[in-house]
């Protein structure tokens, strides 16, 4: 007897600022990646469908969306990012935090 079947994997690669298509409003859209691969015995062995995908934070809307424009979308984002998780520019942070600084966060030593 051999058991085979599909299991879906759904990757969030970025969160971007963009117009919605749905409502219309400028909103943050997830960018994700959903993968679902051939299982055999449930040990998953090769993907047979890679599909991308755009989801709107305040309506909900969903939009697919081709892999080329995705890749294209998530290196505009890289490149706006420029390196830094929080696309602040060098040398600003949070108001009240100063690294390095004694007595800024109590929970560290």
């Not at 960018?31 to 449930?42: D, N, P, S």
């Not at 989801?55 to 830094?84: M, R, W, Y």
């Amino acid at each position: 007897m051999i058991i085979f079947g599909t299991r879906g994997y759904l990757y969030q690669l970025a969160i971007l600022t963009m117009v919605c298509g749905w409502c219309g409003n400028p909103a943050a859209h997830t960018l994700r990646k959903r993968v679902t691969k051939f299982t055999l015995f449930f040990v998953p062995l090769f993907p047979f469908s890679t599909k991308f995908a755009t989801q709107c934070t305040f309506c909900g809307g969903e939009q697919q969306i081709p892999k080329e424009q995705a890749e294209q979308v998530l290196a505009q984002h890289a490149a706006s990012q420029d390196g830094n998780p929080f696309g602040q520019a060098q040398g600003q942070g949070q108001p009240g935090y100063a690294p390095g600084g004694q007595g800024q966060n109590p929970y560290q030593r």
